[in-house]
């Protein structure tokens, strides 16, 4: 007998069951963190993902309001990874909540109290990277919120011959981009420097991560920003390029126009990956500034964090937000006017002032304007004073008997145009943050004669929580979101007063029925959201491996039941545009009256689109089709006379540039494609 003991030992050597290590106990206090330890001892020294290493972790922990709570593994070698974050809404308790990679369920789709075996949300196998496992873990266990508190009963963690494992990002269509922070932890307050570097070896190319990095290498400042989106478990970051010394250095990152201050914008909130990127280009296209962005797949620390928004950071700069540079020694006359920008945010009584006006139909609703630029911290009190007088005096004018006069009113003061489509853009998307919160304005400085420079609306931002059912009765496409302005930061309800302007509410319903006709018709908007489902079709698999939320309620609540996979989802989005559009179709303030070219019949896919539209210098022609060799492509003014002209053998081309066009009067156009006996046309308009 003893012999058969010895010998069954030499087929199973020690380790090859599991074996577990049970940690202590403590307390879950309201907006603290606790580390509850667990001392591992055993024979082997280093864990690994593919022979030995860490197999689960289980957790019993009581607590009144799960969603509360933020639950991580931290490993000796201080390694921190993530298990849990904001699940189980307002149920209660952890009860034999066993974590493992071979579950077949990720804990975001459970229910509290979450007996069983789960996925963890974050890559729990990334400990297992060859450190020895002997010495102290913790359970890491943060109560974000008030009111609810609880203990951890017991916690273990299991090691064993299948060990945990995650996914490691090796090549990709997407760029990649690799941040480095050298043992130190990113903050929400200050930026620590880090090293950061971008592969990209151009459209249609692969990019390896063995690749040089081609686009970036250098020195970055690094931190996490955001709100609600911090939140979340993918981390949103703010980016600054540095040099060695940590001075700011100008550098263009993939085909975008150089500047220092860059943005990381996290998905997890937006299983489309496309709600930010589809507004931001349709404002673009009809003719304003709107901050560029690409995709790209990201890994921090050597850990794949999926597909991220890399953007512009909204900022004052020739090729951003192009207002005049407004220095601490310009305080009086044309050079106090400007440039400023200003928001509608969250604030506090150092960085905004008060509005002397709040919204009709909410007396008690208070409004704060937040400094932008110059910041809070640099503008002088003449800037301030500037600033604010010049919006106290277009409020004024705005809830005057006179507002809709067109010299004295409010237009003295705001530029319409923009206002308009910073109002169709808010309302096709049924932005729930679009009126206050990351809302933008700027204001240039005067002309030399004295005359204003006006206020004008947008960039456009911030978009995660939009184009989706997150209220009852909404599942229609119904609801406007200006008629509602208090809410947890109260919005200005300026487009109340606005739209009881008939002229202005004829501007809106005019314009909308201008660009129903190109970048607002549903075919236009699918093929866009198709062609970001095409592009991130790989990496989005990768993306909810690491994150397991598709299938589940996570970030923003919606009505409806999740998507179980990422073709749904686009889908999902695709028949919301439908249902929105059809709805604002029929409700969309004001009428056609006076419209010029009114009443051209929305075009079909296989026509053709023409943006940006307002058009400035030039105007670009895309067509589903080949035509022939007899083509004519006129630009005609409100008149009919012909102001640009392409004419001949068109059969190879599906991309027409009309240029030069910076001299045409502001106004309508019509733009009409004839091939043979067959004529197209659309309405555009030109805007300086």
Same mark, same amino acid.
């Given at each position: ?428 998307? /049924? ?8 809302? *933008?304005? &700027?204001?240039? $400085? =005067?002309?030399?004669? %004295? @005359?204003? /420079? ?8 911030? *978009?995660? &929580?939009?184009? $989706? =059912?997150?209220?009852? %009765? @909404? ?214």
């Amino acid at each position: 007998m003893k012999e058969l003991k010895i010998l069954l030992l030499a087929l199973f050597p020690f380790g090859i069951f599991g074996q577990t290590f049970v940690g202590g106990t403590g307390p879950i206090l309201d907006y603290q963190t606790i580390d509850v330890p667990n001392t591992v001892s055993l024979p082997q020294t280093e864990i690994n993902t593919t022979t030995f290493g860490l197999e689960t972790v289980c957790i019993n922990l009581t607590h009144t309001y799960l969603a509360d709570l933020t639950i991580s593994l931290v490993a000796p070698d201080g390694t921190v990874k993530l298990l849990m974050s904001s699940i189980g809404g307002g149920d209660d308790n952890l009860v034999n909540t066993c974590l493992n990679t071979t579950a077949s369920v990720n804990i975001t789709n459970g229910t509290a109290p979450f007996t069983g075996n789960f996925q963890p949300m974050g890559p729990m196998g990334a400990v297992n990277n060859g450190q020895n496992p002997n010495g102290t873990w913790y359970l890491r266990v943060s109560d974000g919120y008030g009111q609810d508190q609880g203990a951890v009963q017991d916690w273990s963690i299991t090691f064993g011959s299948q060990p945990a494992n995650y996914f490691q990002l090796t090549e990709s269509d997407l760029p990649i981009v690799v941040i480095n922070t050298n043992g130190q932890t990113i903050d929400n307050d200050v930026k620590i420097m880090a090293d950061m570097g971008i592969i990209y070896n151009g459209e249609g190319n692969r990019n390896h991560l063995s690749d040089p990095f081609n686009e970036y290498n250098g020195k970055i400042g690094i931190e996490y920003r955001g709100n609600y989106s911090l939140s979340l478990p993918q981390k949103p970051y703010a980016l600054e390029l540095v040099d060695d010394l940590g001075n700011s250095i100008d550098s263009s990152l993939i085909g975008m126009p150089a500047e220092h201050d860059w943005l990381l914008i996290a998905n997890y909130n937006d299983k489309s990956f496309a709600r930010n990127v589809v507004p931001f280009e349709l404002f673009e296209s009809m003719g304003h500034y709107s901050v560029r962005s690409r995709y790209a797949d990201v890994i921090v620390n050597d850990e794949y964090q999926g597909i991220y928004l890399l953007t512009e950071k909204i900022k004052r700069d020739s090729n951003r937000v192009d207002i005049s540079r407004l220095d601490s020694t310009e305080l009086f006359g044309q050079s106090v006017s400007g440039g400023y920008i200003i928001k509608v945010d969250y604030w506090n009584t150092n960085d905004s002032w008060l509005s002397s006006y709040s919204p009709i139909g909410f007396p008690t609703a208070d409004v704060h304007f937040v400094y932008y630029y110059p910041k809070a911290n640099n503008i002088m009190q003449e800037q301030k004073d500037y600033i604010q007088t010049f919006m106290y005096s277009f409020e004024y004018a705005l809830y005057s008997n006179y507002f809709d006069h067109l010299s004295l009113g409010y237009r003295r003061y705001i530029n319409t145009s923009s206002f308009v489509d910073y109002f169709i853009i808010s309302e096709l998307t /049924r932005n729930n943050d679009g009126y206050k919160k990351s809302r *933008f304005l &700027w204001k240039d $400085k =005067d002309h030399a004669d %004295g @005359s204003y /420079r006006k206020l004008h609306a947008g960039p456009v931002w911030d *978009f995660d &929580w939009s184009q $989706k =059912d997150i209220y009852w %009765g @909404s599942q229609d496409g119904s609801g406007f979101m200006y008629q509602d302005p208090d809410q947890d930061v109260n919005a200005p309800g300026w487009y109340i007063r606005l739209l009881q302007d008939t002229l202005f509410a004829n501007e809106v319903r005019c314009r909308y029925d201008d660009l129903r006709r190109n970048i607002l018709s549903l075919p236009y908007i699918h093929a866009k959201i198709d062609s970001i489902a095409l592009k991130l079709n790989e990496s989005q698999d990768w993306h909810f491996q690491t994150w397991g939320n598709m299938g589940a309620a996570t970030g923003t609540w919606e009505v409806q039941s999740p998507s179980q996979s990422y073709a749904e989802e686009i889908t999902k989005l695709k028949d919301w545009y439908t249902r929105r559009i059809t709805w604002l179709d029929q409700n969309m303030p004001g009428t056609l009256n006076g419209c010029s070219m009114a009443g051209l019949e929305e075009l079909p896919l296989d026509e053709f689109v023409a943006y940006p539209n307002p058009f400035n210098d030039e105007l670009i022609i895309e067509t589903a089709e080949v035509y022939g060799k007899n083509v004519s492509i006129r630009l005609l003014d409100q008149m009919g006379r012909e102001v640009a002209k392409i004419e001949g053998d068109l059969t190879s081309a599906k991309t027409i540039q009309l240029n030069g066009l910076s001299e045409l009067m502001t106004g309508f156009y019509l733009l009409e494609i004839q091939d043979g006996t067959e004529k197209r046309s659309i309405k555009l308009t030109h805007s300086r």
